[in-house]
Antibody
Framework: QVQLVDSGGGMVQPGRSLRLSCAASGFAFSLYAMHWVRQAPGRGLEWVAVISFDGSKRYYADSVRGRFIISRDNSKNTLSLQMNSLRDEDTAVYYC????????????????????WGQGTLVTVSS | EIVLTQSPGTLSLSPGERATLSCRASQSLSSNYLAWFQQRPGQAPRVLIFGASTRAPGIPDRFSGSGSGTDFTLTISRLEPEDFAVYYCQHYGSSYTFGQGTKLEIK
């Protein structure tokens, strides 16, 4: 069965870096675009980033562009999120999610809904 | 940028009642790229509906989605105890935007 396991969260000081991982199993990981979505404590959902099935295309929310890097290793069925220059407002539970039916073009990915989600990993940015 | 506005913010109903949740987009959504998610406390979101009206695999038929353009609705025909949760709509077009959520609570 499809499984996504998020890890790597923790407490970090503002300005520092953290790397999240999402281990995928139960499906052909290399055929699917993947996303990161976050949820600040007590708040709603915010899309963070998407990467195409082969890693050739990556798109980001304005709030993280230039600070976060999404990547994947299809040989290890792993999705990653490198978070740099962390701010207090990056405090959230971070979820990876699989994209079903989507397409990634030259300016964006679109058309794919999020059919499976990881359990989430909490990132706390605080001094 | 498309903004999704959900209403009401909180909906108080009893088990067995019918729930109607609204999601309004600031502009017409291309190809009805609209999904609904359920999130229970401490859990990841779960997709209920995609393409505005198609139930995701394994979702009970008491959940239904409708609408097009800028106005979309999630209907739960007869509430079960496990349906009390927070519900989000999402546009998955050229940008990925979530509504702010509707909390469905037991009356």
């Amino acid at each position: 069965q499809v499984q996504l396991v998020d890890s790597g969260g923790g407490m970090v000081q503002p300005g520092r870096s953290l790397r999240l991982s999402c281990a995928a199993s139960g499906f052909a990981f290399s055929l699917y675009a993947m996303h990161w979505v976050r949820q600040a404590p007590g708040r709603g959902l915010e899309w963070v980033a998407v990467i195409s099935f082969d890693g050739s295309k990556r798109y980001y929310a304005d709030s993280v562009r230039g600070r976060f890097i999404i990547s994947r290793d299809n040989s290890k069925n792993t999705l990653s999120l490198q978070m740099n220059s962390l701010r207090d407002e990056d405090t959230a539970v971070y979820y990876c999610a699989r994209d079903l039916l989507g397409y990634c073009g030259d300016t964006s990915c679109y058309g794919g809904y999020f059919d499976y989600w990881g359990q989430g990993t909490l990132v706390t940015v605080s001094s | 940028e498309i903004v999704l506005t959900q209403s009401p913010g909180t909906l108080s109903l009893s088990p067995g009642e019918r729930a109607t949740l609204s999601c309004r987009a600031s502009q017409s959504l291309s190809s009805n790229y609209l999904a609904w998610f359920q999130q229970r406390p401490g859990q990841a979101p779960r997709v209920l509906i995609f393409g505005a009206s198609t139930r995701a695999p394994g979702i009970p038929d008491r959940f239904s989605g409708s609408g097009s353009g800028t106005d979309f609705t999630l209907t739960i025909s007869r509430l079960e105890p496990e349906d009390f949760a927070v519900y989000y709509c999402q546009h998955y077009g050229s940008s990925y935007t979530f509504g702010q959520g509707t909390k469905l609570e037991i009356k």
